[in-house]
């Protein structure tokens, strides 16, 4: 048994809190399932040291063992635009009204 004063709120209390906040504001996790800032601490501190990734890792292996999981993969860039802001500079680039900083004047 560790030392200390025992946990306030139940981890399964603050995950299903964490599975709540889907979709909503940390504010706003029903305080059945605790403080949302207790919450929020746990989900933090969890993604940190990598605890959700492990976890996940280990769901997808399981499920990839029991052949839940199909990994075929199609991808498909046929219709792959860049924005038109994207292909650079314009012509007009180098004159003294369309560099950075502002506009030139010579009077």
Same mark, same amino acid.
């Given at each position: 048994?560790?030392? =200390? #004063?025992?946990?306030?709120?139940? %981890? +399964?209390?603050?995950?299903? !809190?964490?599975?709540? *906040?889907?979709?909503?504001?940390?504010?706003?996790?029903?305080?059945?399932?605790?403080?949302? =800032? #207790?919450?929020?601490?746990?989900? %933090? +501190?969890?993604?940190?040291? !990598?605890?959700?990734? *492990?976890?996940?890792?280990?769901?997808?292996?399981?499920?990839?063992?029991?052949?839940?999981?199909?990994?075929?993969?199609?991808?498909?860039?046929?219709?792959?635009?860049?924005?038109?802001?994207?292909?650079?500079?314009?012509?007009?680039?180098?004159?003294?009204?369309?560099?950075?900083?502002?506009?030139?004047?010579?009077?």
């Amino acid at each position: 048994m560790k030392a =200390g #004063r025992p946990p306030v709120w139940p %981890r +399964r209390q603050l995950i299903d !809190g964490i599975r709540f *906040r889907t979709g909503v504001p940390w504010r706003d996790v029903p305080v059945e399932y605790g403080p949302w =800032g #207790r919450i929020y601490d746990m989900f %933090r +501190r969890w993604q940190r040291n !990598g605890t959700w990734h *492990r976890i996940l890792t280990h769901l997808q292996s399981l499920a990839d063992a029991g052949g839940a999981i199909v990994w075929d993969l199609s991808v498909d860039s046929t219709v792959c635009r860049a924005h038109q802001h994207a292909a650079g500079p314009g012509s007009r680039a180098t004159c003294g009204r369309n560099r950075l900083g502002g506009v030139h004047r010579t009077w």
